[in-house]
């Protein structure tokens, strides 16, 4: 917040510091101009008085004129210094003291001397006895041949010129940049062409090591191996493996997707590049594909080393899924994707990048060869949460009375940096109350504030909510091994996720399937209803936690009709067809309207029966629904082994 509104004043700021010194330069420029054109025509006019052409005619004939200079559309004339003045005044209607002294100092002289030099001047009038005129009464006369003064000519086709460019070009760059929101206006245009400016940070060694990183021990063991490959390449090479070019971190913000990159780079000892995605995204387009070139042009020199692009989301947005596309992402998108085919990875470069919306990247950067190892780092459970909060507090002197335990209890939900934060605030709190060490009290206070403090932007579940989410969770699991009799899942979850949903289920991996049978298809069904049922069942309420479920199994219903000829109804008439299989993969309605209405019912009987069918499955095994949820409620996460376990424990004993 504080951040932005500095960067604001900044950027409002900096045009107006700036155009003083534009508009100093301007107007001095245009003064010098006209100095130098009054001094140069000065030079060559003195005071000049204009006459009727009937007084320009009296005057040649009183043969007081000395020289007639005839321009293009005036004529100028001097006085003979000898002239008698009486007359000339007379001609001229001048009223003036005739018996003038003669001049006695400098500056009547002077005087005397401009009025000799005195020029008169009149309009030129189609006179063709002016020639002969002039020459009766022996009047030297001459039309100049107009000839440019160099230094103003100089200044008008050049200097004039550029000028008006430049504050044109000034203007328009300034609007520019504000349209674009361009920080540090005029200095941070000015400097883009010259991106040679550090644009990536370089640790030579970030001393951060993998006993940094609490929790995450499958994220640090994917990670292990690219380690070993930066330390030692000759043993893949030897056997003829090729080493991974880059690994792709993916998970909510918070969990410790940079430190885990960091701590890739302090284990092999080499250097760490790191760059934001957001800083390759330039409003000129070419810059961000300069700036890839560059970067991967100083990571050459200094292999074995690691290059890290944070959120690169920014840069690496699928291309086809937008009508107006950015020319300057995409072409920053295609110098990554070209460079890290480029390079040699047996030379040691890793590119380690992290985000957390993997689901919008391009699919080519996902393919093989490029980010093709992909690193889940999730929101901590339970004993990682306490393990983090054990990295953290070391860093602080702790009370004899602190129980990490029961903090790492009291903050499901939280991320790393989260606890971090909190372990932070505790000691704040205990030096504001003047300890020497951070009681359990100052923990608990902290964690109240930061939870309280994020209460809308994350999800730390209340109990309720929690055992909600965990009755909901098993509905799903339960239905699925009571219809299947195996293992349903491989783990579930109760630590909410930014990512997914509130709970979180890990299924079986399933055999490649190429064909459903229809009782495979309810079963589906039936599964996906029975978070829902699980929740009618036990709460006797419903949750806004199903809407996933019932999109999914209405789509699958829906299909079963249209598609698949399984409806009693229409049998095996087709009503929809599946367009642009390789890009959106839309189903398109076939049939006539009425037909539309008639699928809708059949797609609502399929999902009420096997609504019906989910919450008889429940009701009928309601204590193993109970006992499992209650298992997951306090341990925030159980496996499948565990749950079959209880699921049978329970069968043997209603046998026994
Ligand atoms: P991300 O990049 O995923 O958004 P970071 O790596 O920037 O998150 O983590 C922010 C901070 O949170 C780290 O500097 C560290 O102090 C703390 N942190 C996060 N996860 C962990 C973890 N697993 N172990 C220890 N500290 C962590
Ligand atoms: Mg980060
Ligand atoms: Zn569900």
């Known amino acids: 917040m504080d951040n932005n509104q500095i960067d604001n004043n900044d950027r409002k700021q900096t045009p107006e510091r700036h155009s003083p010194n534009i508009f100093n ?47 293009t559309d005036q004529i100028a004339l001097t006085l003979k210094p000898e002239a008698d003045r009486a007359e000339v005044q007379r001609i001229l209607g001048t009223e003036e003291n005739t018996a003038e002294p003669a001049p006695q100092n400098r500056f009547q002289q002077m005087a005397e001397q401009a009025r000799q030099n005195q020029v008169y001047y009149t309009g030129r009038i189609e006179d063709p006895g002016l020639t002969e005129r002039l020459l009766a009464h022996d009047v030297a006369f001459y039309r100049p041949i107009v000839q440019n003064n160099p230094i103003m000519s100089f200044i008008t086709s050049w200097i ?79 056997i003829g493996a090729v080493q991974p070019k880059g690994a792709l971190l993916v998970g909510p913000p918070g969990t410790g997707k940079t430190l885990l990159a960091k701590a890739v780079a302090g284990e092999a000892k080499v250097p760490f590049f790191s760059i934001s995605g957001s800083e390759f995204v330039e409003m000129y387009v070419g810059v961000g594909a300069s700036r890839v070139r560059d970067l991967f ?89 306490e393990a983090i ?18 903090i790492a209890l009291a903050t499901s939900g939280a991320a790393g940096a989260d606890l971090a934060n909190m372990v ?10 003047g300890r020497k060490e951070v009681l359990q009290e100052d923990l608990m206070e902290a964690v109240e504030v930061v939870i309280a403090g994020k209460e809308k932007k994350d ?4 109990a309720k909510e929690k055992r909600m989410v965990a009755f909901h969770e098993v509905g799903h699991a339960l239905a699925s091994a009571l219809q299947k009799n195996s293992q349903p899942v491989q783990k579930i979850t109760i630590v909410p996720r930014t990512m997914g949903s509130l709970g979180y289920t890990m299924n079986m991996p399933e055999e ?99 609504h019906d069918e989910a919450l008889k499955l429940l009701r009928e095994n309601k204590d193993k629904l109970v006992e499992i949820a209650e298992f997951l409620v306090e341990k925030e996460t159980i496996t499948g082994e565990q749950f079959m376990e209880i699921l049978n424990r329970n069968k043997n004993a209603a046998i026994a």
């Open 160 to 238: 004039f010129p550029i000028v008006i460019f430049y504050v044109i070009y000034y203007f328009l760059m300034r609007s520019l940049s504000k349209r674009m929101g361009g920080a540090g206006g005029m200095g941070g245009l000015m400097n883009v062409g010259k991106s040679k400016a550090k644009f990536y940070d370089m640790e030579k060694n970030t001393g951060v090591t993998f006993n940094d990183v609490a929790g995450q021990d499958e994220a640090k063991e994917s990670l292990t191996e690219m380690v070993d490959f930066l330390h030692s390449p000759e043993k893949y090479q030897e």
């Open 512 to 610: 490649e399937r190429y064909l459903l049978t229809k009782g495979e298809l309810l079963a589906r069904i039936t599964t996906l209803l029975a978070g829902r049922a699980a929740e009618e069942v036990e709460f006797g309420e419903m949750s806004t936690g199903a809407s996933n479920d019932i999109e999914r199994a209405t789509k699958l219903a829906r299909t079963m009709v249209t598609q698949y000829g399984m409806s009693d109804k229409f049998g095996m008439m087709g009503l929809e067809s599946t367009q642009n299989q390789y890009l959106d993969g839309r189903n398109v309605f076939t049939g006539s309207e009425s037909t539309g209405a008639a699928v809708d019912g059949e797609v609502s009987k399929i999902i009420d029966g096997c």
């Open 389 to 406: 909060l054990a990295v953290h507090a070391k860093k602080v002197t702790l009370g004899a009375d602190v129980n990490l335990r029961d």
């Open 297 to 385: 042009e100083q990571a050459k020199k200094q292999a074995p080393c690691i290059i890290f692009i944070d959120e690169i989301d920014a840069i690496g947005k699928s291309r086809d899924n937008q009508l107006g596309s950015n020319d300057e992402r995409e072409q920053t998108l295609n110098q990554l994707l070209s460079e890290m085919d480029g390079f040699d990875s047996s030379k040691g470069i890793l590119i380690l990048a992290a985000t957390n919306r993997p689901e919008v990247l391009d699919k080519a950067l996902l393919r093989p060869g490029r980010f093709d190892r992909r690193v889940i780092v999730e929101k901590p459970d339970l004993p990682g949460r």
């Open 424 to 433: 932070n605030e505790a000691a704040v709190r205990a030096v504001r109350l």
């Open 25 to 71: 330069f301007l107007i001095i420029g245009l003064i010098l101009t006209f100095a130098l054109n009054i001094m140069v025509s000065n030079r060559m006019a003195n005071q000049k008085v204009q006459i009727e052409y009937s007084q320009f005619i009296q005057l040649v004939e009183s043969d007081t004129v000395k020289q007639v200079q005839i321009e």
């Open 459 to 462: 999800r730390i579940m209340n």
